[in-house]
């Protein structure tokens, strides 16, 4: 057995069909009484309906939220929470408003209440994110950890298949690198094969039939403990690769994990074989590397950087970049090695297994 640190903060989840009706409980079970409601201009209906249900809990809606929490957009939300006297925020939406979130917590100290629904798992972790004249720092502070987190799957409903699967890879992405994180512990193990267990099994169905509300569940059931295993132990290739590839090339979020998942898994295979195969067993797949590549063509998702925007002549100067300061990784993060991979990504072949 190994010895591990285990120092997991707790969040109080509130999960399932029916879930949101209790926001107003528990934000006055907080003792909480002027939110300010958080979301992006595609989902200012929900922002208005989340105020709806507050009622004299609401201070009023800032529905300007975008990807990347830009400092400009974040001062303009702190301004509007003082300007209107908020204690707290409700955030309804996904990584990008529950970033901004975030952005104010650090601030200001406010409590958030998360009502997340994509799969990307920004609820469940200490980390945020704030991009200023283009380039993006996070850090990680407990201040900004949600005080309650409401997951309701009929708020998935309208997740368009498009969004869900790369939403979801990207969740399977925070369970793979939490099991062979090298500060990684028994338990987070244990969420994060029981993440992609749930992940993989229920984001087809999720895709094909996308009123199934059982689906929709388990697949917000493996993006929680997805979210929690980002927020309690380190990441290694994978992420540097993607936050290196977001913020330099600008390519979206979700289909960079999509794509760069299984080739990153190939590259670690060897130097970490119990974290593949528990991986690959909770795919149901032969190897870790082939599943996370067959589940993506089954979703529907890209598997190419050539097909999401990524320069040809980028991929050296992405190797370059993401060589510099590696995050520590069971393989080594050579130059020659990394080149490979992202060749291999941007072609969008299957990787060896
Ligand atoms: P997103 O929040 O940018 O949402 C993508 C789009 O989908 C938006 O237009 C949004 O309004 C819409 N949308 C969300 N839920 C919907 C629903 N149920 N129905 C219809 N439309 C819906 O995307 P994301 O992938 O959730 O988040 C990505 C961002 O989150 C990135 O900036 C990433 O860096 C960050 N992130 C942070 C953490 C962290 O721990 N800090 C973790 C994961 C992701």
Redesign the pocket.
């Given at each position: 057995m190994q010895s591990f640190t285990f120092d997991q903060p707790a969040t109080r989840v509130i999960f399932g069909v029916g879930a949101f009706d209790r926001l107003a409980d528990e934000v006055r079970r907080l003792g909480l009484k002027r939110a300010l409601v958080l979301?992006?201009p595609?989902?200012r209906e929900d922002a208005e309906e989340a105020a709806r249900r507050l009622g004299d809990l609401a201070a009023g809606i800032f529905p300007h939220a975008v990807?990347?929490?830009p400092i400009e957009t974040a001062r303009e939300a702190r301004d509007t929470a003082r300007r209107l006297d908020a204690d707290c925020c409700v955030a309804i939406?996904?990584?990008?408003?529950?970033?901004l979130g975030?952005a104010i917590a650090l601030e200001s100290g406010l409590a958030i209440v998360a009502v997340p629904?994509?799969?990307?798992?920004?609820e469940m972790?200490p980390?945020?994110?704030l991009t200023e004249d283009g380039i993006k720092k996070?850090g990680r502070d407990r201040k900004v950890l949600p005080k309650t987190v409401i997951y309701d799957p009929a708020?998935?409903?309208?997740?368009?298949p498009k969004?869900a699967g790369p939403?979801g890879m990207?969740a399977i992405a925070h369970c793979v690198e939490g099991l062979y994180a090298m500060d990684g512990n028994p338990i987070i193990s244990m969420f994060a094969a029981e993440g992609i267990r749930a992940l993989a099994r229920s984001l087809p169905r999720v895709v094909e039939t996308p009123g199934d509300l059982d689906a929709r569940a388990d697949a917000l059931y493996g993006a929680w403990l997805a979210?929690t295993v980002?927020?309690a132990v380190s990441i290694g290739i994978h992420h540097k690769l993607c936050h290196t590839l977001?913020g330099t090339f600008n390519l979206p979020?979700?289909e960079v994990h999509t794509v760069i998942l299984p080739h990153a898994v190939k590259f670690n295979s060897r130097a970490a074989p119990e974290a593949m195969r528990i991986a690959a067993e909770a795919l149901g797949a032969e190897s870790a590397a082939w599943g996370l590549f067959d589940l993506a063509v089954r979703l529907g998702a890209p598997v190419a950087l050539k097909d999401i925007g990524m320069p040809a002549d980028g991929l050296e100067r992405a190797a370059e970049l993401s060589t510099q300061n590696p995050y520590a990784n069971p393989r080594p993060v050579e130059y020659e090695g990394v080149l490979e991979l992202l060749r291999n990504a941007y072609a969008g072949t299957r990787p060896e297994a």
């Open positions: 979301s992006t595609e989902q990807m990347h929490v939406g996904g990584g990008s408003t529950i970033g975030k629904t994509t799969y990307a798992g920004s972790t980390i945020y994110g996070t708020l998935t409903l309208t997740l368009p969004i939403s990207n979210g980002l927020g977001g979020h979700a």
